[in-house]
């Protein structure tokens, strides 16, 4: 997948919808040259800010505030280029056009960073022409409002069977990303009767979703932001609370229109799947990107981890299957070496058990992340490893096997 789309994202300002302009950009250079030639040429063409810095400097403020239409970052003396690009998209809403200035008058550069989605390279010092026209290119794509080449990553959250902290895991993976991984994330409930990721955060869901997935072609970007809440000013929650009694058959191209909408605004999608026992669910494990399976070391958790796992290698479109062996020290688990023998190897991460703290977060609808340091550390380890984030190796699962 290319940087482009995990780069592209958000509407033009107020200010800029009050003038009737173009695509909003912001422009970071480290030299006075091109933020001279930057002032004198881009106001003609789009309303822009120039600051100066690299960047780094970019990925610096783009984790604190919304991302723009357009975007023009510095490499001039940085050591790793593709590097700094990807930590720029973790930071980056899903839409932005990147342009890359730089020192380096390297063609394989140029290519690598074509090829990652970048929308142009250009090599210092800049002619006004060329950047006339780099930013008429970019700022037609924005106007037009392209297919993205890159959305943002689906990460399909699913149940082992019921009752094993599926939402728990949901719920946490989604806000670290927003709060740890400062990425844009949206939070999905695909059961929308008697779904519990809202209730979690103490949210009242909007009366939206369901309109959404019977409707899916009347559905617009404006229609998806009005319909979900806010939990932070990064993470924001679609969910519903529909009649228990209403007969609610999401279909799965339904369903994957409306994450696919999502994917074009967000850099993450966390979709907690149940037990994927619908067509929809099953089609979001299909499309996603990460596909984490959670379970516990009761007989019958493991019995139905190992079924689901199997069950999901088969059928999976491609994406990678993180394990996570839930409330791990809980009463009743199999010993380490029956659990040995039934996984076949140590799932990739474990969440401790620890009810009381989970408990006392749920009662007021906030992360166990603030009651409970040892589980924050191991929801930290998961996130980082779904962001694609180094990360401590997890030693709470391999310490108890020894034990």
């Known amino acids: 997948m290319s940087l482009l789309a995990t780069l592209l994202g958000d509407a033009p300002s107020s200010a800029d919808a009050a003038r009737g302009a173009g695509p909003r950009l912001l422009a970071y250079v480290a030299d006075a040259a091109s933020a001279a030639l930057l002032n004198s040429a881009a106001p003609s063409l789009l309303p822009c800010e120039v600051r100066t810095g690299d960047i780094r400097s970019a990925v610096r403020d783009l984790a604190r505030q919304r991302s723009p239409d357009l975007l023009l970052v510095d490499l001039s003396g940085v050591a790793d280029p593709l590097a700094a690009m990807e930590a720029l998209a973790g930071v980056c809403d899903p839409s932005v056009r990147v342009i890359a200035v730089g020192d380096s008058n390297d063609i394989g550069l140029y290519r690598d960073l074509r090829r990652i989605g970048v929308t142009d390279y250009l090599f210092k010092p800049l002619s006004r022409d ?178 689901l796992r199997a069950a999901i290698a088969r059928r999976s479109g491609g994406g990678r299957l993180v394990t996570v062996l839930n409330r791990r020290g809980a009463p009743g688990e199999l010993p380490a070496a029956d659990l040995m023998r039934t996984l076949g190897e140590p799932p990739e991460h474990a969440l401790p058990y620890r009810p009381v703290p989970l408990a006392v977060a749920a009662g007021v609808g906030e992360p166990a992340f603030r009651h409970c340091r040892r589980f924050r550390e191991a929801m930290e380890r998961l996130g980082a490893d779904v962001a694609g984030q180094p990360a401590a190796q997890d030693g709470l699962f391999r310490r108890w096997v020894r034990r």
């Open 130 to 307: 060329l950047l006339e026209g780099a930013l008429r290119a970019a700022g037609a794509g924005a106007a037009a409002d392209e297919a993205p080449g890159r959305l943002g990553k689906l990460v399909a959250v699913v149940g082992a069977r019921g009752g094993v902290g599926t939402t728990t895991v949901a719920v946490h993976l989604g806000y670290w990303l927003a709060d740890g991984a400062r990425g844009r994330t949206a939070l999905v409930d695909l059961d929308l009767q008697n779904g519990t990721v809202a209730l979690a955060l103490n949210l009242r869901p909007e009366p939206a979703l369901r309109e959404a997935v019977e409707a899916p072609d009347r559905v617009d970007d404006v229609f998806m932001e009005r319909a979900m809440v806010a939990a932070s000013d990064r993470l924001s929650v679609l969910a519903a609370e529909e009649p228990v009694e209403d007969v609610i058959d999401i279909a799965p191209t339904a369903a994957l229109s409306v994450l696919n909408r999502l994917q074009a605004r967000h850099n993450y999608v966390v979709v907690d799947a149940g037990r994927a026992q619908g067509g929809a669910a099953r089609a979001a494990l299909e499309a996603a990107s990460i596909v984490v399976l959670v379970g516990d070391a009761s007989v019958a958790g493991l019995r139905d981890l190992v079924r």
